[in-house]
């Protein structure tokens, strides 16, 4: 008889209030996705047949021992493995495969490989805090995004809200009210790796502008932590409009996303911004619950590709 493959997932996420500025040491406020997910199954191999890790929804195939550590999955499983203790290369053959768009400021490589991470450890039998996950999974990140602030590793990790500032322990939480977002998918590619470049690039001839902006962010995040804590979502998509409103003088909006945005705003959203890296990828629009549908027709209308709808704070 066949032994069935371990499997693991983890979420996509969103940032609710506070990207870019993250990078430089500022806070916060992340959320998962658990309406996208990445899943990886684990099982035997033929004898001989080393590591093999196929990524369906990447078209790859990774061969551990031909692969260079250049190789973000690669990477994340040889980490894995010597967090294990394991020896060598195991004969295991892994299948992945995600929900999550690529490049679309969703978490997906993060993901990926939280999955993988997971997944390994419970092919040896082992549990896994989600603070070694992360570290493990940043790793990669710093291949898919060059110079990451962390956060999607963390918040994919832990699955749950957090409170995240660089080089601090995160802070998970679950908000006391429910609240909704309309998540959509503005159809463009948005490699995170090129926005935070360019606004490293301008911060660098800038500094006393971008310092100033970032401040302006760091306020908003914590505003934001604040109403959530008290239920004000009026106000907290307030804080989101003027995210936004940074977001633009930063130089990481576009046109599509604007658009999306307004439309958003126009069928009665509480706020709308961008999500990620920016100038493509995902907006977030905070919703009331009768308002929903009118906002995911809006944004529908307005040329979104798709729209995810995830409650934050629900019961399961």
């Known amino acids: 008889m066949s032994v069935p493959p371990v499997s693991a997932s ?13 990078v430089y040491g500022r806070p916060a406020i992340a959320v998962p996705v658990w309406q996208t997910i990445a899943t990886a199954n684990v099982q035997a191999g033929s004898p001989g047949s080393g590591c093999v890790i196929v990524a369906h929804d990447l078209e ?22 010597a967090e294990l203790g394991i020896a060598g290369e195991p004969d295991w053959h892994v299948d992945l495969h995600s929900t999550i768009p690529i490049a679309g400021g969703l978490g997906s490589g993060a993901a990926l490989s939280t999955a993988l991470v997971r997944a390994l450890f419970a092919q040896a039998g082992r549990q ?21 602030s962390g956060i999607d590793n963390t918040v994919v990790a832990y699955g749950a809200p957090i409170w995240f500032v660089r080089g601090q322990p995160p802070e998970s939480f679950t908000p006391p009210s429910p609240f909704t977002l309309a998540i959509a998918d503005s159809g463009i590619r948005s490699p995170t790796k090129e926005t935070v470049g360019d606004v490293r690039r301008a911060w660098e001839a800038q500094p006393a502008r971008y310092e100033a902006l970032f401040d302006a962010i760091t306020a908003l995040a914590y505003a934001g932590r604040r109403a959530v804590a008290a239920g004000e979502f009026t106000a907290l998509g307030l804080l989101m409009d003027e995210n936004q409103a940074i977001l633009e003088q930063l130089g990481v909006s576009s046109t599509p996303l604007e658009r999306l945005i307004s439309a958003a705003r126009d069928a009665g959203a509480l706020g709308a911004k961008l ?30 590709a798709r729209v995810i709808v995830t409650t934050i704070g629900a019961l399961a």
Not at 10 to 22: D, M, N, Q, S
Not at 60 to 81: E, F, H, K, N, Y
Not at 130 to 142: F, G, H, K, L, Q
Not at 276 to 301: D, F
């Open 128 to 148: 896994v805090e989600p603070e070694t996950v992360s570290r493990i999974v940043y790793a990669s990140e710093c291949i898919y995004h060059g110079t990451p």
């Open 275 to 304: 999500s990620g890296g920016g100038r493509g990828g995902n907006i977030i629009a905070l919703v009331k619950e009768e308002r929903q549908a009118t906002v995911e027709q809006a944004l529908l209308a307005a040329g979104a």
């Open 10 to 22: 983890a979420p996509g996420k969103v940032i609710l209030l506070g990207e870019h500025a993250v």
């Open 60 to 81: 790859v195939t990774i061969r551990l021992r031909q692969s260079g550590d250049d190789q973000p999955l690669a990477l994340v499983t040889r980490l894995a493995l």
